[in-house]
């Protein structure tokens, strides 16, 4: 019985405060919205900032040439195995890729760095 009771005094609670409430409600719902909002405008940035960070020829640069001398290590690994001779095909198919990865490697070293000069630059004052 007293359950039954309490269901009605908060209905009519609820009945007597519906605009209140209904505000309340709104009133979060706006705040919620908001946060929302500006953690996706954040969420926009970190991602544009990643994939720009991505793009960015220096550092794709560094990628490619990390995957070759990536395979060329396994290639070399392939190599120095001991394997047996059932497998040379594939030792000489390895060879050949890596032959023509470090062919690549030498056309297009990428950046080179300046060779240090012999001569020392004195300053005049």
Same mark, same amino acid.
């Given at each position: 019985?007293? /359950?039954?009771? &309490?269901?009605? %005094?908060?209905?009519?609670?609820? #009945?007597? /405060?519906?605009?209140?409430?209904?505000?309340?409600?709104?009133?979060?719902?706006?705040?919620?919205?908001?946060?929302?909002?500006? %953690?996706? %405008?954040?969420?926009?940035?970190? &991602?544009?900032?990643? #994939?720009?960070?991505?793009? /960015?020829?220096?550092?794709?640069?560094?990628?490619?040439?990390? $995957?070759? %001398?990536?395979?060329? =290590?396994? $290639? @070399?690994?392939?190599? @120095? #195995?001991?394997? *047996?001779?059932?497998?040379? *095909? #594939?030792?000489?198919?390895? &060879?050949?890729?890596? +032959?023509?990865?470090? $062919?690549?490697?030498?056309?297009? *070293? =990428?950046? &080179?760095? !300046? !060779? !240090?000069? +012999?001569?020392?630059?004195?300053?005049?004052?």
């Amino acid at each position: 019985m007293t /359950n039954k009771k &309490t269901e009605e %005094e908060l209905r009519e609670f609820i #009945l007597e /405060n519906e605009e209140k409430i209904l505000e309340i409600l709104q009133s979060r719902k706006s705040k919620a919205e908001s946060k929302f909002s500006e %953690e996706m %405008e954040k969420s926009k940035a970190l &991602t544009k900032g990643v #994939l720009e960070a991505f793009m /960015n020829k220096e550092v794709q640069g560094h990628f490619i040439r990390m $995957g070759i %001398e990536m395979m060329m =290590g396994v $290639g @070399a690994l392939i190599k @120095a #195995l001991p394997l *047996p001779e059932e497998f040379s *095909p #594939l030792v000489d198919a390895v &060879t050949e890729q890596n +032959d023509a990865l470090e $062919g690549m490697v030498k056309k297009n *070293p =990428g950046k &080179t760095k !300046k !060779k !240090k000069s +012999d001569v020392e630059k004195i300053e005049v004052k």
